[in-house]
C-alpha cells in the first residue's frame, strides 16, 4: 500500500514539475504580493510629489487713466490681501502718461481709456481688455438743462455756445471743465461728441476725473465730463441725445459715450504683474466687482 502512494506521489510531482515549466516558458509570472506602500495608498517608489504652487513675491506697479483708478484700486487691495507679499502701487496721471510709462519701462502696467496709438506699434505693448467705462456729461445742479443733442454738447466744449440760454437753460455763463491732453477722458470726448474737433481753450483744466467731478459740483453754471464711478449727489449727469446711461443702453447701442478700459502691458504679463491682471480679468471680480464700482464687464458688447 505504501509502495502504491510513492508512485502516485511521484507522479503527481512530476506532472506539477512539467506544467511549471510550460507557465515559465509562455512568460506567465506569479502575481507579486503587493507592498505596505501599495496597499495604504503612499506614492510609488521612483515618483516625484508635485511641486506646491511657489508663492508670489514682489511689486506691481501701474499708471495712468484716472477714470480706470477706483477700479484698479480696489483689485488691488483685494489682490494684496490674497497674496501678502506683493505691493501694487496705483497712481493716476491720465492715458497718455500710462502708456509712455509702460512703454518707457517706467511702470510695470499702463492703464488707458483709449487704445494705444500707431507711435507704440513698435514699442511691443500687450492690450488687456479689463472693462467698459460709461461716461457722462455732468452739469453744476442749478443749471435748468437736463438733455444735451451731439451737437449742442459738441458747440459747448468748442466754444460756440456760452450760454445756457441758448439751449434751453436760463441765463447763465457756461463754465467748461477740460481735462488735460493727456487724458484719456478728454480724447474719447473729443472722438464721440466733437468728432476730433478742437476744445475751446476757455474754462478750467482739473488733472483728474475726481477733481472734475469736485470742481463741477462747487462751480455755478459748470459742465464738464467723467467716468459714472465719479457721480455723486453734487452734480448732474445729462441724457445725451435723450438716452441716459446704463448696461442696457450701452449693449444696444443707443449711447455711444463710453470708454474701453486697457491695461497695457510690454511683452507679455509675468509674475506677479500677471497674476494681478488674471485676478481683475477673473469671472468673481468681472461678475460682481465691476458692476459695485460703476463700470462693465469686460465682454459686455460680445454677448
Not at 154 to 161: P, T, W
Not at 175 to 187: F, L
Not at 205 to 218: C, H, I, L, N
Not at 254 to 277: D, N, Q, R, S
Request: charged residues 25%; contains cysteine.
Amino acid at each position: 500500500m505504501l509502495k502504491h502512494f510513492s508512485k502516485k506521489g511521484f507522479s503527481f510531482a512530476l506532472i506539477a514539475i512539467l506544467l511549471m515549466g510550460v507557465l515559465v516558458a509562455c512568460g506567465t509570472k506569479p502575481a507579486a504580493p503587493e507592498t505596505n506602500a501599495q496597499t495604504n495608498g503612499a506614492q510609488p517608489a521612483g515618483e516625484k510629489k508635485p511641486e506646491p504652487a511657489a508663492e508670489l513675491t514682489g511689486t506691481v506697479t501701474a499708471s495712468g487713466s484716472s477714470a480706470l483708478l477706483p477700479l484698479v484700486k480696489q483689485a488691488s487691495t483685494e489682490f494684496m490681501e490674497k497674496n501678502p507679499k506683493v505691493t501694487v502701487n496705483v497712481t493716476a496721471g491720465g492715458s497718455g502718461t500710462g502708456l509712455k510709462n509702460v512703454a518707457d519701462g517706467t511702470s510695470d502696467i499702463g492703464n488707458s481709456d483709449v487704445a494705444a496709438g500707431d507711435e507704440y506699434k513698435d514699442k511691443g505693448l500687450v492690450d488687456h481688455v479689463v472693462a467698459i467705462a460709461p461716461f457722462a456729461l455732468i452739469v453744476n445742479k442749478d443749471v435748468a438743462v437736463d438733455n444735451l443733442t451731439k451737437a449742442q454738447a459738441a458747440d459747448i466744449f468748442m466754444g460756440k455756445i456760452t450760454n445756457w440760454k441758448e439751449v434751453g437753460g436760463k441765463d447763465e455763463k457756461i463754465v467748461v471743465v477740460h481735462r488735460p491732453e493727456s487724458s484719456g477722458s478728454r480724447t474719447l470726448v473729443k472722438q464721440i461728441v466733437l468728432d476730433n474737433k478742437e476744445f475751446t481753450k476757455d474754462g478750467v483744466t482739473q488733472e483728474s476725473s475726481g477733481a472734475v467731478a469736485t470742481t463741477v459740483g462747487s462751480t455755478a453754471g459748470s459742465i464738464g465730463y467723467v467716468d459714472t464711478p465719479y457721480l455723486n449727489d453734487t452734480i448732474k449727469a445729462l441724457k445725451f441725445e435723450g438716452v441716459a446711461f446704463s448696461k442696457d443702453t450701452i449693449k444696444e447701442g443707443k449711447y455711444p459715450l463710453y470708454g474701453i478700459e486697457h491695461m497695457y502691458t510690454k511683452g507679455e504679463a509675468k509674475g506677479a504683474v500677471k497674476a494681478f491682471i488674471d485676478y481683475i480679468s477673473s469671472s468673481d471680480f468681472q461678475g460682481k466687482k465691476v458692476e459695485e464700482l460703476k463700470f462693465l464687464p469686460a465682454d459686455l458688447l460680445k454677448k
